[in-house]
């Protein structure tokens, strides 16, 4: 009898929750690939995914569906950020960091989290975290422990001894090689396998000096070409995309032959450079709003002089550059490096890119469909279409009238689930 009775059991527990139906409504939504506002659209969602889109006006559905009712909004596809730092703050910089224990960095990684997805970004690259705290952080998310957006991790960034990537802050009697320092392609192509043994899904390189590494030149080129293809091969046999920092002209030139997918910041590039990322269809992922922050706060968060002056020397001249890339026609992405101005802010940037010479459709599309496509995730996130997660923003008002109204999101939905 209890073998029966076990038996009958096991048969309920293995049969599954019938999976609950969402319905999204709307006044309007961008159709972000054809550029076109739909009206009234209602937008089914079930296990996460979209599975079809009506009418609003003309369908009907039952008790049994959960209705998000969004009257006097326009939805769009969950929006993303290239080029993020969860795991740091821009509230602390420079020596000051070195007050904090390790792991503090992990925890206010879970709230910077949460204040990106209430920003409306639903999906992430977060390109650069020491400890695999990023890694760590999107299990969080992905199990449902903690809310969060999307990541798609990189982990440690690989760079040279003494370069961007490389702890220079310290004298010789405390130096420490960062783990994820090489000194040859052999080295290069080793780091690319380890970074993906521990869960490293981008691999993100510096290939010239930053702004906010002491001792180097913000556009010197700090990996050779042989280095960055040696990268690029290894990871492209992983299926892996790669990102390389890069400021100066040498180093983007550099990064786009040896076959990097995308170019961060790309501030110095020059008229012949971009046009070459535009021949080889390299992305150009460039983060023009945060010199207004790093401008304004100057050495107030602990951000050294040094890196201030470089800021200085080169924020104008990006975003020239940006202005340059967009005319040129190089395919153009939404990254912010957040991390080095406040969490959250991430749509700000929106703004900056229409003014410098995007229209309000090509800043749209460079933080979803655009991006979904340099991310190789087209078949999951960067538009409201069927089959892809049910990631939506809403704002109050017509972006393409006002992109600023991206700046604070009404609603922000995540694989059917309403977040904020």
């Not at 655009?370 to 538009?383: H, P």
């Amino acid at each position: 009898m209890l073998k029966y009775l076990g038996a009958a059991l096991l048969a309920l527990v293995a049969v599954p929750a019938a999976a609950e139906t969402v319905v999204v409504t709307a006044d309007k939504m961008i159709d972000v690939v054809t550029g076109k506002t739909v009206d009234h659209p209602a937008v089914f969602i079930e296990n996460g995914r979209i599975t079809s889109i009506a009418d609003a006006r003309v369908i009907r559905w039952g008790d049994k569906v959960k209705h998000i009712d969004l009257s006097g909004k326009t939805i769009l596809p969950g929006l993303i950020d290239m080029h993020v730092h969860l795991t740091s703050l821009a509230e602390i910089g420079g020596y000051r960091t070195l007050q904090y224990t390790d792991s503090f960095w992990a925890a206010v990684g879970v709230a910077n989290a949460r204040k990106t997805l209430d920003a409306g970004f639903t999906s992430v690259r977060n390109v650069g975290s020491s400890d695999f705290q990023d890694v760590g952080l999107r299990e969080a998310i992905d199990g449902g422990w903690v809310q969060g957006p999307r990541i798609t991790t990189a982990a440690y960034a690989i760079g040279a001894t003494g370069g961007h990537c490389d702890d220079n802050s310290l004298p010789p009697s405390l130096d420490r090689k960062n783990v994820s320092v090489v000194n040859s392609p052999e080295e290069a192509r080793a780091k690319v396998r380890w970074l993906h043994k521990y869960g490293a899904q981008v691999i993100k390189i510096c290939a010239t000096g930053g702004v906010f590494s002491l001792g180097d030149s913000v556009g010197g080129q700090q990996l050779s070409l042989e280095e960055m293809k040696a990268i690029a091969d290894e990871a492209h046999m992983l299926h892996l995309r790669v990102a390389a920092h890069a400021h100066g002209d040498e180093g983007i030139r550099a990064a786009i032959l040896a076959g990097i997918d995308t170019i961060e910041h790309c501030s110095l590039a020059s008229d012949e450079t971009i046009k070459l990322a535009a021949q080889h269809h390299t992305w150009f992922d460039m983060d023009i709003y945060n010199d207004d922050y790093i401008l304004a706060t100057g050495t107030s968060n602990g951000t050294e002089q040094e890196s201030l002056d470089k800021e200085k020397a080169i924020g104008l001249k990006q975003r020239q550059t940006f202005q340059r890339a967009v005319r040129a026609g190089v395919p153009m992405l939404f990254g912010t490096d957040a991390g080095v101005y406040p969490h959250g802010d991430n749509g700000k940037q929106f703004a900056k890119m229409v003014e410098w010479g995007m229209t309000p459709i090509q800043a749209i599309r460079a933080a979803t469909s655009d991006a979904a496509e340099a991310l190789g995730k087209t078949a999951d996130v960067g538009a409201i279409a069927v089959g892809r997660y049910g990631d939506i923003v809403a704002v109050d008002g017509d972006p393409l009238s006002d992109i600023r109204l991206l700046e604070k999101p009404s609603a922000v939905i995540k694989g059917g689930e309403l977040v904020k």
